[in-house]
């Protein structure tokens, strides 16, 4: 049994919490820190068997029968917090992005290197049911040599303005889990990406310096094109689609709903809408994750997402920052000559 303790007891924490004292076998949350920690923290905390209740995750660190940490921090303190576990001695599990900063990244690669730690990163999608089928259709050659791969990622509703000032952008906050599938569900490397951002949804969106509509087109080191649509808000739910055309045929998914009842009548057709947000719908890609992670770790196997997997995304979100503000089409070979990779 793997001891866990969790840095932030957010909504994100919340969640892991909550699906590996539900899912999870191997594994037992023993601890969980947060600055801003209150009454109502601590009784979810005790309603899921959790031990201890922290405001300073230093005590997490100095527990010497945690074996891993999930760092659910705020996005500036994954890269400092993951450095300082490692040297804790304590394996990672880090959500996504380890950081804005590429070097601040970079420093996090070089400390799971020397820490001899594993260390994984929170790209929940790869474990829904519906993109692990797409990957392995296209791993086991069904589609053939890919041509064309097709990712819609839509919410409900925009997040606050507040949080859209410290998110980093759509392109290192939403589309980074889109650039992530492109990887995925290819498994090639973008060389090129051409994005095209507007203001669709919010104009407050576009005052605090971002876009909310976006189309992102990607040239892939193995010939394909990848084009990624996105938008910070759907009337009718989130919308999760991917397509991969190859030249022997084409594998899709779509939408999970709460059912798949089709009512026909004389005035129409109608079918269920989409799950309405993202923890109905990979409630369960969030429990097999860690599950992954811990087995990862009894039996010294190697992550099924690694700190490179995490820099990756953003260099592609950096270059779709940068093609939009430049109009033109950018390398990923420039955005990683600037930092020395």
């Known amino acids: 049994m793997i001891n866990i303790g969790i840095i932030g007891a957010g909504r994100i924490g919340r969640v892991h919490g909550e699906s590996i004292t539900k899912y999870v076998q191997d594994a037992r949350v023993k601890a969980i820190a947060d600055p801003f920690l209150n009454d109502q923290t601590k009784a979810w905390a005790k309603s899921m068997g959790i031990e201890e209740c922290y405001t300073d995750y230093k005590k997490i660190l100095e527990d010497s029968s945690i074996e891993a940490v999930l760092i659910c921090a705020s996005t500036d303190q994954h890269s400092p917090l993951s450095i300082e576990a490692l040297a804790a001695g304590k394996h990672v599990f880090c959500e996504k992005p380890i950081d804005h900063d590429v070097d601040k990244i970079k420093a996090v690669l070089e400390a799971v290197k020397t820490s001899g730690k594993k260390y994984q990163v929170g790209f929940n999608r790869r474990f829904d049911h519906n993109f692990k089928a797409i990957h392995e259709a296209v791993a086991a050659g069904k589609v053939g040599k890919q041509q064309i791969i097709k990712i819609t990622s839509r919410d409900p509703e925009p997040p606050s303005i507040d949080y859209v000032k410290v ?76 397509e991969v055309f190859g030249d022997k045929g084409c594998i899709a998914i779509s939408n999970d709903s709460n059912s798949n009842a089709v009512f026909s009548g004389k005035d129409g057709v109608v079918a269920e809408k989409p799950m309405f947000f993202f923890l109905e719908r990979y409630m369960q890609a969030y429990a097999s994750e860690v599950e992954q992670f811990v087995d990862a770790i009894v039996n010294d196997k190697e992550v099924p997402v690694n700190a490179n997997d995490g820099l990756q995304p953003v260099l592609i979100g950096l270059a779709a920052k940068k093609s939009v503000e430049e109009h033109r089409p950018v390398k990923i070979s420039e955005i990683s000559a600037s930092y020395n990779i």
């Not at 906050?173 to 569900?185: A, E, G, K, P, S």
């Open 167 to 242: 998110s980093g952008g759509i392109f290192l906050d939403m589309t980074i889990h889109d650039f992530d599938m492109v990887r995925y569900l290819s498994g090639s490397e973008v060389v090129e990406v051409y994005a095209e951002g507007s203001v669709t949804v919010d104009p407050k969106i576009g005052e605090a310096g971002d876009v909310d509509t976006a189309v992102i087109t990607l040239k892939l080191a193995n010939g394909a094109t990848a084009v990624i649509d996105n938008c910070r808000a759907a009337c009718y739910g989130y919308d999760q689609r991917a």
